[in-house]
Nanobody, 122 residues
Framework: QVQLVESGGGSVQDGGSLRLSCAAS????????MGWFRQAPGKEREFVAA????????NYADSVKGRFTISRDNAKNTVYQLMNSLKPEDTAVYYC???????????????WGQGTQVTVSS
């Protein structure tokens, strides 16, 4: 059974930083793309960032480019997302996901974590 467990969410001030982690189990972690998505209240879930199985390739939503960094440690079966210069509009529940499809498309992922709340106050 594949499990993804996110951690690291919390409340920060505008301009602050957080690092999210997602620990995976139940499949060969290093064989799959990992992605981060987020869902704000009243909005649809949206793509944030993704990283290829080897860590060689990454891509980001325009809204977070230059502020967020996705990385992975295949020896620890963990993917990270460092979030700097956080803004109130980054407030959302953040989900990690694993899959082998198109990285920006939710349909490309077949397993999801339960989410972790990030709140940025002005």
């Amino acid at each position: 059974q594949v499990q993804l467990v996110e951690s690291g969410g919390g409340s920060v001030q505008d301009g602050g930083s957080l690092r999210l982690s997602c620990a995976a189990s139940g499949r060969t972690f290093s064989s799959y793309t990992m992605g981060w998505f987020r869902q704000a209240p009243g909005k649809e879930r949206e793509f944030v960032a993704a990283i290829s199985w080897s860590g060689t390739y990454t891509n980001y939503a325009d809204s977070v480019k230059g502020r967020f960094t996705i990385s992975r440690d295949n020896a620890k079966n963990t993917v990270y997302q460092l979030m700097n210069s956080l803004k109130p509009e980054d407030t959302a529940v953040y989900y990690c996901a694993t899959g082998n499809g198109a990285t920006w498309n939710q349909n490309g992922y077949d397993y999801w974590g339960q989410g972790t709340q990030v709140t940025v106050s002005s």
